[in-house]
């Protein structure tokens, strides 16, 4: 039996994804057991944070972890730091609570998937409880390898964590989100 989570949500008004991510592991407490990120669509565009920690006195302590000038937090209906960034949190612990969205970042096994494990050695080896591939029909072939570029990022859907994929070379599959994506208008934009 999984122990009991807690789910305290984070907003730094951070705007990147990359800057998300490093942010969830720079700032994750300890005993961590999931770390996501959020799109918050209201007022400034821009992205929060939840970590899931053990309850009881995993919770305090990531709550005094976690406080900062500037920063917003939640923690059920408890809240602190600025209004918009304490309800960017309130809304990234609720979807995470929900397990209705959030991309994850850390999760159980996350580290361990690098290379190229096949579906069914990935789903056993992490807390991921599907892969599904763009465009797919039916099933995955459980021995079909998955190129992870070491950067395996699945999302809270309908209670389930869920990796999207997409074709590769090879008949491989790779994750739909690229580790180093080039930014938009990157390969127009003048110098002059």
Excluded: K
């Amino acid at each position: 039996m999984s122990p009991r989570l807690t789910v305290i949500g984070v907003d730094t008004g951070c705007t990147g994804l990359r800057d998300a991510d490093h942010l969830a592991r720079e700032l994750a407490p300890p005993g961590t057991v999931f770390a996501c990120t959020h799109l918050i669509r209201d007022g400034r565009p821009h992205i929060a944070l939840s970590f899931a920690v053990p309850a009881g006195v995993a919770e305090g302590d990531a709550w005094r972890h976690l406080t900062a000038p500037g920063t917003g937090l939640a923690l059920g209906d408890r809240r602190s730091g600025p209004r918009e960034l304490a309800a960017g949190a309130a809304q990234a612990a609720a979807e995470h609570t929900a397990r209705s969205a959030g991309r994850a970042v850390v999760f159980p096994g996350s580290s361990a998937l690098t290379g190229a494990p096949a579906v069914a050695a990935l789903s056993a080896a992490s807390a991921i409880d599907e892969v599904v591939a763009l465009g797919a029909a039916g099933p995955l072939d459980a021995g079909q390898q998955i190129v992870t570029r070491d950067h395996v990022r699945p999302e809270w859907r309908a209670g389930r964590l869920v990796l999207t994929v997409m074709p590769a070379a090879g008949g491989t599959l790779i994750p739909f989100e690229v580790p180093d994506p080039t930014p938009c208008c990157a390969d127009h934009v003048s110098d002059g």
